[in-house]
């Protein structure tokens, strides 16, 4: 082709020179391959100057890069060049690798390529030289790579996210559409669930789930999915059918809006762990606190509880009523302060005590009541472990002043009845001593015996009720009943005691004709305990007053003295075992055991007592027994 009248040799010239696709033009001498011209923007794009290009082989002033062993760019466009050359079309590499050398460095940069190597022929047809017209891709393959890195990062992420999912120990699940298609469900929300995977996958939860359907969680996952605001639920309740069984469970949960990579939010995330058990135990806990609680306050004695630490942290109702106290005012300032002041030290020391040892608490003490009054009393606590550490202390305080008082009144009956032993023993042995002194006098005066017998007698009175009141406490006491004169037995036991007192006259002023179905032995044996003690009760009086007779279907007997009389509130506490007047206990002597078996006798009768008295006038003591059923 001629060129073109208006474009000379030297414009072609300019124009190759200043053609913005960069162009070399390379020489077919291979191996060598010299470049026989270059172009700025060839120049430009490997930053290379002309005079170090023209004259050289391709390969001398490209030389490969030491560290790139894998993409053998030198092979590939001697393959090219052949290419070309061979076939006489032009042939192109695309997006390879070729490093340019950074000029006047052992250094070089990385470059990509797509170039063509474009065959010039002469007019026979044969290659001339070759036109190799690389454009820099640099950008475009590195963003591909980039993009290509990217992709795989995100589904390298992706796998481990469904990893992470699959394995965590808590139930997650993705429910799309307004029908909550399962479309992801990880082992532990299926075995909430109580279904396998293949159960539950792909299905709609609820047509699975049915017993959880109409409960209100559609409402709560259409609102997730409608607004985006996640819901939060804490201990709900779910009803379920697992492995065949209808049971509600307790769970928490929380409800995520699912958004595909548009913002769209199609479905709903839930999270899930199931909260049965720690439910369910708080529960007992609850119910055997309030069980605690029914149980100390139905109690009639003070329960408390205390910390670790001793401070006390409930007090039941009755602790309350005892001191007269709120529960508030008693935990506040605690119950130290109502402690009798010389028992304070001692049990305190003993909490203390208790408190670093760990060992059961027990103590006893006075406290003052609401009405100013000190009571013993019994406290215990023990303490509660949990998992071997104390956390609490459960204590009662037990109102043991009647048992103290029995115990007291027990000691002074011990000292009592050595008492009343000894004094006629003292005298029988005075008298035996005055025998054994004159053991050859012809005649022994007749004071010695009788004074001596009265004594045996006294001895075996004494005896005779101990016997009868352990035999009461045994239940051991027999009765041999039949059918005696009411009135004989009265006349018999007042003549027999009238024998022996010379003191006072015993006046019987009526006395009705009955028959009595009963123990004639022990029925006497009350008459005379009336009767002795009133003489006994009444050193100044002169007379006993005796009256019989049959009222109502009763016998009613009746023992009057003219004596020291009984205050009103001992009235009540005679018939008692143990039970003496004070003022009467160290001057008269006895035991206080007569009315109390007197009044056993006549309880096992069906028979009543009571007295009617004025202090230093007199008491006159009644017993009437039932006739009709003798
Ligand atoms: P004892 O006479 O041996 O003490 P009792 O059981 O017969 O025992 O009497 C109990 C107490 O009742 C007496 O200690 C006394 O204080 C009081 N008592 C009994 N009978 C009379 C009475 N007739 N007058 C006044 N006090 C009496």
Redesign the pocket.
């Known amino acids: 082709m001629q060129p073109s009248p208006q474009i000379s040799k030297e414009d072609y010239r300019s124009i190759f020179c200043n053609s913005p696709a960069t162009k070399l033009i390379i020489d077919t001498d291979a191996p060598v391959y010299t470049i026989l011209d270059v172009n700025d923007a060839y120049l430009f794009a490997t930053n290379s100057d002309r005079e170090s290009l023209v004259g050289n082989s391709v390969f001398g002033v490209f030389p490969p890069n030491p560290t790139d062993m894998v993409s053998k760019n030198i092979e590939r466009t001697i393959f090219s060049f052949n290419e070309a050359i061979q076939s006489k079309m032009p042939h192109t590499m695309y997006n390879y690798r070729y490093d340019i050398p950074i000029r006047g460095t052992d250094e070089f940069e990385e470059r990509y390529w797509t170039t063509s190597n474009t065959p010039v022929l002469d007019d026979e047809g044969n290659v001339k030289f070759l036109i190799h017209s690389p454009v820099n891709v640099t950008e475009t393959v590195k963003l591909a790579q980039r993009e290509q890195e990217g992709a795989q990062a995100l589904k390298d992420q992706q796998k481990q996210l469904h990893s992470v999912f699959m394995q965590a120990p808590v139930g997650i699940g993705i429910f799309k559409g307004a029908d909550y298609v399962v479309d992801l469900i990880n082992p532990p929300l299926c075995e909430l669930y109580g279904r396998t995977f293949k159960e539950l996958i792909g299905k709609p939860i609820f047509d699975v789930l049915t017993s959880a359907r109409g409960q209100g969680f559609e409402q709560i996952l259409d609102n997730v999915r409608s607004t985006g605001v996640p819901f939060v639920g804490r201990a709900i309740p779910l009803p379920l059918n697992r492995k065949g069984k209808e049971e509600i469970i307790y769970v928490n949960f929380v409800y995520e809006p699912f958004k595909e990579v548009d913002g769209r939010i199609s479905g709903v995330i839930a999270v899930a762990t199931e909260i049965t058990d720690q439910i369910e135990s708080k529960l007992k806990l609850q119910e055997s606190e309030e069980q605690f609680r029914f149980m100390s306050e139905s109690m009639p004695q003070q329960v408390w509880t205390s910390d670790a630490s001793g401070k006390l942290n409930y007090v039941n109702e009755w602790t309350q009523k005892y001191f007269g106290r709120t529960s508030e005012d008693l935990l506040e300032a605690g119950i130290e302060r109502f402690i009798h002041p010389d028992d304070l030290n001692r049990c305190m020391s003993k909490w203390a005590e208790a408190l670093t040892t760990g060992e059961i608490f027990q103590v006893e003490f006075r406290m003052l009541r609401q009405d100013q009054q000190y009571r013993w009393h019994l406290s215990r606590a023990l303490p509660f472990k949990a998992n071997d550490t104390i956390v609490k202390w459960l204590g009662t305080n037990t109102d043991i002043e009647e048992h103290k008082k029995i115990e007291q009144k027990k000691d002074e009956f011990i000292s009592i009845a050595s008492h ?1 032993l000894k004094t006629p023993l003292t005298s029988l042995k005075a008298y035996l001593q005055l025998l054994e002194r004159s053991p050859t006098a012809t005649s022994i005066p007749s004071n010695f015996i009788k004074n001596s017998l009265s004594q045996m007698r006294r001895l075996e009175k004494l005896v005779e ?1 101990l016997l009868d009141v352990s035999k009461i406490s045994g239940g051991k006491m027999a009765y041999n009943l039949s059918v005696f004169s009411m009135n004989d037995l009265i006349v018999d036991a007042v003549g027999s005691v009238q024998q022996i007192t010379s003191s006072h006259e015993l006046i019987v002023e009526r006395n009705e004709q009955a028959m009595f179905n009963g123990d004639h032995y022990r029925i006497e044996q009350v008459v005379i ?2 009767l ?3 003489i ?3 050193p100044q009086g002169k007379k006993v007053i005796i009256n019989s007779q049959v009222a109502e279907g009763n016998i009613v007997v009746s ?1 009057q ?1 003219f ?4 205050a009103k509130e ?1 009235q009540q506490k ?2 008692e075992r143990f ?7 160290m001057k ?11 009044s056993e006798i006549l309880q096992r009768h069906n028979g009543k007592f009571w ?1 009617e ?1 004025e202090q230093y006038k ?2 006159t ?1 009644f017993f009437s027994l039932p006739l009709q059923e003798n």
């Open positions: 009343e009720d305990n009336f002795t003690n009133a006994k009760y009444s023992v003295d004596g020291i009389g009984i001992h005679l018939f039970y003496r007047v004070d003022n009467t206990a008269y002597d006895g035991l206080g055991l007569g009315l109390y078996v007197a007295i008295s007199g008491s003591f």
